[in-house]
């Protein structure tokens, strides 16, 4: 059974950091794009970066570009995202998804495999 978990999320200050992790069971992350993504309450979920299968492309939102860093390593079968100089607006539930596709293509499509999430605050 594919399972996705998240950890990492917590509260923090604005301008602090977290890192966020995905943990893959049941499959190997290797033939996945990963993507994180983000919803605030009120709001709609939003593709916020993703991961090519093999880590050599990355693509984030405008919104945290400078700011976050995804990365995966394959052999621990775990995603992550480093997040600093973290913002109010940066608050919400962070979910990890997968993709059977070497390329991220768009953050609406294909993404068939979701963790739980985990909640990330930032408020001083």
């Known amino acids: 059974q594919l399972q996705l978990v998240e950890s990492g999320g917590g509260l923090v200050q604005p301008g602090g950091s977290l890192r966020l992790s995905c943990a893959a069971s049941?499959?190997?992350?290797?033939?996945?794009?990963i993507g994180w993504f983000r919803q605030a309450p009120g709001k709609e979920r939003e593709g916020v970066s993703c991961?090519?299968?093999?880590?050599?492309?990355?693509n984030y939102a405008d919104s945290v570009k400078g700011r976050f860093t995804i990365s995966r390593d394959n052999a621990k079968n775990t995603v992550y995202l480093q997040m600093n100089n973290l913002k109010p607006e940066d608050t919400g539930v962070y979910y990890c998804?997968?993709?059977?596709?070497?390329?991220?293509?768009?953050?609406?499509?294909?993404?068939?495999?979701w963790g739980q999430g985990t909640q990330v605050t930032v408020s001083s």
């Open positions: 991961i090519s299968s093999s880590g050599h492309s990355t």
């Open positions: 049941g499959f190997t992350l290797d033939y996945y794009a």
């Open positions: 998804a997968a993709k059977r596709s070497r390329w991220c293509g768009s953050y609406s499509q294909g993404f068939a495999s």
